[in-house]
């Protein structure tokens, strides 16, 4: 599996921005599908929100999401990013970084296919 680790979560304001990180090893840098979740609650389901793999394929939840957010990763493949503007209260949560270990080249890189999780980390929006 692969080893995933979140940083940079922070409480701000309504309309701030913030950027995640995701170190991630264990994996081929060459082969890869990860993305970022987010858990609002406590008992909530945990939530897709953006994909990326190794082809350079990002693929977001909803049309929303994908106008404020931005999946990315480092030149060397190791640190997943994602950058979230005009954050709202709506935005808090547990932010969770995934993998599919099993992704093969020239595979379908989904919301649902995520088996290596990192232990997240919380996101505090104040109105």
């Known amino acids: 599996q692969v080893q995933l680790v979140e940083s940079g979560g922070d409480s701000v304001q309504a309309g701030g921005s913030l950027r995640l990180s995701c170190q991630a090893s264990?994996?081929?840098?060459?082969?890869?599908?990860m993305g970022w979740f987010r858990r609002s609650a406590p008992g909530k389901e945990r939530k897709p929100l953006a994909?990326?793999?190794?082809?350079?394929?990002?693929?977001y939840i909803d049309s929303v999401t994908e106008r404020r957010f931005t999946i990315s990763i480092d030149s060397a493949k190791t640190t997943l990013y994602l950058q979230m503007n005009s954050l709202t209260p709506e935005d808090s949560g547990i932010y969770y970084c995934?993998?599919?270990?099993?992704?093969?080249?020239?595979?379908?890189?989904?919301?649902?296919?995520?088996?290596?999780w990192g232990k997240g980390i919380p996101v505090t929006i104040s109105s």
């Open positions: 995934a993998a599919d270990s099993y992704f093969k080249f020239g595979g379908f890189c989904g919301f649902y296919g995520m088996d290596s």
């Open positions: 264990g994996h081929s840098t060459n082969t890869y599908c």
């Open positions: 994909v990326l793999d190794s082809s350079g394929r990002a693929d």
